[in-house]
């Protein structure tokens, strides 16, 4: 079966990889690439998208998005963790295509209105050009067949605060928006991209697998593998985003469950995803009244990661 999918994203180390199985599974059909700022500013994240399609040898939409948060001001972007280029600093090629003259959020509209149904919105950093897409477009939520997003966090606390995971956090007013819209939704989060850990052997296959493409994948990589050793004492990387794509096209390696989400937009705990699961009274009904979605709690983190290596390698 073949996944028509648009990819939301602000490649990023991780992102590029995600970008790259996208590229090439022969089950995903990737209609187009919105980007977004997040792990980089907006224009680098769409001259990295730019690059992957080209190194890849495809001609697919790239179209550019939001170059901030909703409401909050941007926090700088983590140069420590992805590069200063989004790509572990490594030296690039000239990127010789241009971006879709449309918004992400219009991209988003057009192309799910020309297939109703059928599209799934896969994003994978900071929400806002989904929220953008549901402002201008809100029966969009009725014409998508899922949005599954990597970000939240459920039981495993935070990456950026200690319950915050960075796409939620950097712009949580967005993330409130698509996470309570009542599309169908599957929030693929730190509880399982953290039990994923691509190692050095896993790069090598993707590095002899894919040409150009793999130079940049492992060269890249081994930038994100220092900030892993540095902040979670492991030798190697979790890629997040690539887990969302191993969701969709593997589901049986991961247990959902589902609930209801919210998130946290102000004080303290600002980026915190709460999930509420079907069925639990808790003191108040509050946290149970946004419409249900599904949340991943565990995952076969080895199968996964083998999964990744085989797609690309
Ligand atoms: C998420 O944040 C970004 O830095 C990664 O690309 C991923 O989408 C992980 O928290
Ligand atoms: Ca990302």
């Known amino acids: 079966m073949s996944h028509p999918i648009i990819f939301d994203t602000d490649p990023g180390v991780d992102d590029a990889q995600a970008i790259a199985i996208a590229l090439r599974h022969p089950e995903i059909e990737l209609l187009g690439l919105t980007t977004t700022y997040g792990?980089?500013?907006?224009?680098?994240?769409?001259?990295?998208?730019?690059?992957?399609?080209?190194?890849?040898?495809?001609?697919?939409?790239?179209?550019?998005?939001?170059?901030?948060?909703?409401?909050?001001?941007?926090?700088?972007?983590?140069?420590?963790?992805?590069g200063a280029n989004g790509l572990g600093d490594i030296s690039l090629p000239e990127v010789t295509g241009r971006p879709d003259p449309r918004s992400a959020a219009q991209f988003i509209i057009d192309t799910v209105n020309a297939r109703p149904g059928e599209v799934t919105l896969v994003a994978v950093g900071p929400l806002g050009n989904l929220a953008a897409a549901l402002q201008l477009d809100p029966a969009l939520t009725g014409k998508v067949k899922?949005?599954?997003?990597?970000?939240?966090?459920?039981?495993?606390?935070?990456?950026?605060?200690?319950?915050?995971?960075?796409?939620?956090?950097?712009?949580?007013?967005?993330?409130?928006?698509?996470?309570?819209?009542?599309?169908?939704?599957?929030?693929?989060?730190?509880?399982?991209?953290?039990?994923?850990?691509?190692?050095?052997?896993?790069?090598?296959?993707i590095a002899a697998g894919q040409g150009e493409l793999g130079r940049v994948l492992a060269d890249s990589y081994a930038f994100y593998r220092d900030f892993y050793r540095h902040a979670r004492g492991i030798d190697g990387c979790c890629p997040h985003d690539s887990?969302?794509?191993?969701?969709?096209?593997?589901?049986?390696?991961?247990?959902?469950?589902?609930?209801?989400?919210?998130?946290?937009?102000?004080?303290?705990?600002?980026?915190?995803?709460?999930?509420?699961?079907?069925?639990?009274a808790f003191i108040a009904p509050r946290w149970s009244q946004t419409p249900l979605a599904e949340a991943c709690l565990e995952v076969d983190g080895e199968a996964v990661v083998e999964w990744i290596a085989a797609t690309l390698g």
Not at 50 to 76: D, I, N
Request: aromatic content about 4%; glycine content about 8%.
């Open 243 to 280: 887990c969302a794509l191993a969701w969709l096209l593997r589901p049986e390696l991961f247990t959902t469950a589902p609930g209801h989400l919210s998130v946290v937009t102000h004080g303290e705990a600002e980026g915190q995803t709460l999930f509420a699961p079907e069925g639990r």
């Open 39 to 82: 792990n980089v500013d907006v224009a680098t994240a769409t001259r990295n998208a730019l690059l992957l399609t080209q190194l890849a040898g495809r001609e697919v939409p790239v179209a550019q998005g939001a170059a901030a948060p909703l409401v909050k001001a941007r926090h700088p972007a983590p140069a420590h963790i992805h």
């Open 146 to 205: 899922r949005v599954v997003v990597m970000g939240g966090s459920v039981y495993e606390g935070g990456n950026v605060t200690p319950v915050a995971e960075a796409n939620i956090f950097n712009d949580p007013d967005a993330a409130a928006r698509v996470l309570t819209a009542g599309w169908p939704l599957t929030l693929v989060g730190l509880d399982v991209t953290h039990r994923c850990v691509l190692d050095e052997a896993h790069m090598a296959r």
